[in-house]
């Protein structure tokens, strides 16, 4: 069974920084697709940004120009650096990882909590 275990979430002013990472149990070679997900309260959980193991991105509008993902080949993370963060980016944020184009055998980690307030 493979394990995502997100870390790096917060409490941070608006306009400040937060790094997230993903540390995941396998390789991340092994993954077609890996990335971010975020679900604000009351709101449905929506996509951050995606990135393909040949390293393409897929950011959402919101994200495009403050937010950057990488992946940590090496220590098999994938990391979401978040700059000029504003309270409207307060959510739960999700790594996941696909193993193939299907995703319905999806893998997520738990989540970690990102509260933009000053």
């Known amino acids: 069974q493979v394990q995502l275990v997100e870390s790096g979430g917060g409490l941070v002013q608006p306009g400040g920084s937060l790094r997230l990472s993903c540390s995941v149990s396998?390789?991340?070679?092994?993954?077609?697709?890996m990335g971010w997900y975020r679900q604000a309260p009351g709101n449905q959980r929506e996509l951050v940004v995606s990135?393909?193991?040949?390293?393409?991105?897929n950011y959402a509008d919101f994200a495009k120009g403050r937010f950057t993902i990488s992946r940590g080949n090496a220590r098999n993370t994938v990391d979401l650096q978040m700059n000029s963060l504003k309270p409207e980016d307060t959510a739960v944020y999700y790594c996941?990882?696909?193993?193939?184009?299907?995703?319905?055998?999806?893998?997520w980690g738990k989540g970690s909590l990102v509260t933009v307030s000053s």
């Open positions: 990135i393909t193991n040949t390293g393409s991105t």
């Open positions: 996941y990882a696909d193993p193939n184009s299907n995703p319905s055998m999806r893998y």
């Open positions: 396998r390789s991340i070679f092994t993954f077609y697709y």
